[in-house]
Antibody, heavy 122, light 113 residues
Framework: EVQLVESGGGFIQPGRSLRLSCSASGFTFGDFAVNWVRQAPGKGLEWLGF??????????DYAASVKGRFIISRDDSSRVAYLQMNSLRTEDTAVYYC?????????????WGQGTMVTVSS | DIVMTQSPDSLAVSLGERATINCKSSQSVLFSSNNKNYIAWYQKKPGQPPKLLIY???IRESGVPDRFSGSGSGTDFTLTISSLQAEDVAVYYCQQYYTPPYTFGQGTKLEIK
């Protein structure tokens, strides 16, 4: 089965760091860019950033709201992508999703994880 | 950044009737080299991840019922549900993936009248 599974969410104090993981199975992980998207309580979807695959230099891009605080990385040998979140703020409280985008076919974000909740509060 | 604006913010439609959601991008998302519009539509239900419905503005994702269709080009796009079913109650988002940041619209909440 093709799937993505996020982990690492939880309750954390403002200013601290947290790393989320996105584990892939059922497909060739190295053929896809990995994107991270979040949804704060009662809000819409917000794209956070992506990392392309090795063939595209593993280049990254980020939303302005998280640039300089969040870092996306990947380990193709382990089929895992990461979202390192630093200097967390209360407004980072959200459900965090990882999702894939084919770098070859560009057919939208077709597979999503179930999401992991991050609560930033003192 | 490309700003995506959906209309309306909410919509109530009777079962079996047509629902239409509009999405406008602040600049063209048509990639000239392949003549494809880099627009996707997603359905979001509470407690579930988003589900891809449409990509390239008009291509239905595998397994999506054919009552869902997408249209438009350049900067103006539409998602149409031809005959609303109870299970279609959700929030619908358009997204451009033409250039990062891959921005989403604010969402349209679809309910049964």
């Amino acid at each position: 089965e093709v799937q993505l599974v996020e982990s690492g969410g939880g309750f954390i104090q403002p200013g601290r760091s947290l790393r989320l993981s996105c584990s892939a199975s059922g497909f060739t992980f190295g053929d896809f860019a990995v994107n991270w998207v979040r949804q704060a309580p009662g809000k819409g979807l917000e794209w956070l950033g992506f990392i392309r695959n090795r063939a595209y230099g593993e280049t990254r891009d980020y939303a302005a709201s998280v640039k300089g605080r969040f870092i996306i990385s990947r380990d193709d040998s382990s089929r895992v992508a990461y979202l390192q979140m630093n200097s967390l703020r209360t407004e980072d409280t959200a459900v965090y999703y990882c999702t894939r985008l084919s770098v070859v076919t560009d057919e939208g974000f077709d597979i999503w994880g179930q999401g992991t909740m991050v609560t930033v509060s003192s | 950044d490309i700003v995506m604006t959906q209309s309306p913010d909410s919509l109530a439609v009777s079962l079996g009737e047509r629902a239409t959601i509009n999405c406008k991008s602040s600049q063209s998302v048509l990639f000239s080299s392949n003549n494809k519009n880099y627009i996707a539509w997603y359905q979001k239900k509470p407690g579930q991840p988003p589900k891809l419905l449409i990509y390239w503005a008009s291509i239905r994702e595998s397994g999506v019922p054919d009552r869902f269709s997408g249209s438009g080009s350049g900067t103006d796009f539409t998602l149409t549900i031809s005959s609303l079913q109870a299970e279609d109650v959700a929030v619908y988002y358009c997204q451009q993936y033409y250039t990062p940041p891959y921005t989403f619209g604010q969402g349209t909440k679809l309910e049964i009248k």
